[in-house]
């Protein structure tokens, strides 16, 4: 139970949907409330079932390519950490849609890699090694943070106008120092566990 939790938590943060929400909201900002919504709704399902289907490949990845739990574990965390540093540092410049009024985006870049990216990509590789028996656990774990990630989305209109520009900036980087405590465990688990081999 404590792993599912735990997964849960991570599985959020890596989503980001804090983060995400301004880059959703300047890229659907021309478009209909209705369908906006209906937008969001296809893009998180098709990011669902991609990392849905990055689970259960997972574990047959790692073993194609003969990886240890030891390697992941610290290869997980340092990513992790460079994530984390993102979100509590993030880059000044501003963010080009590269779309014109009214054009509808699709796949890229809101389900892929916004909120199916690399980092959720090689942490679902990494859950799926670390408990190959529980895999169950890890599809609701999995699910349990889409949904929170899908509400926060749903809701994008009110949380910016409850929390403000700084508001959400203010929880992104709060997210990102739990974060880089959650994938610092992660680097001393795996350091720990290759030097008791």
Known sequence: MNEMISATVLLFLIMDPIGNLPIFMSILKDLEPK??????IREMIIALLLMLG??????????FLNLHTETVSISGGIVLFLIAIKMIFPSEEGNNTGFSDGEE????PLAIPLVAGPSILATLLLLSHQYPQKINFLI???????????LILM???VF???LGNKGIGALERLMGLLLVMISTQMLLDGIHSYLCI
Do not use: D, K, T, Y
Request: zero cysteines; proline letters at 3%; charged letters at 10%.
């Open 54 to 63: 990055f689970l259960f490949v997972g574990e047959h990845i790692l073993i």
């Open 155 to 157: 809701l994008s209109n």
């Open 35 to 40: 369908r906006r919504q209906i937008i969001i």
């Open 160 to 162: 910016s106008r409850l």
């Open 105 to 108: 985006p699709f796949l890229v």
């Open 140 to 150: 609701l774990a999995l699910i349990i943070a889409w949904g929170l990630s899908m």
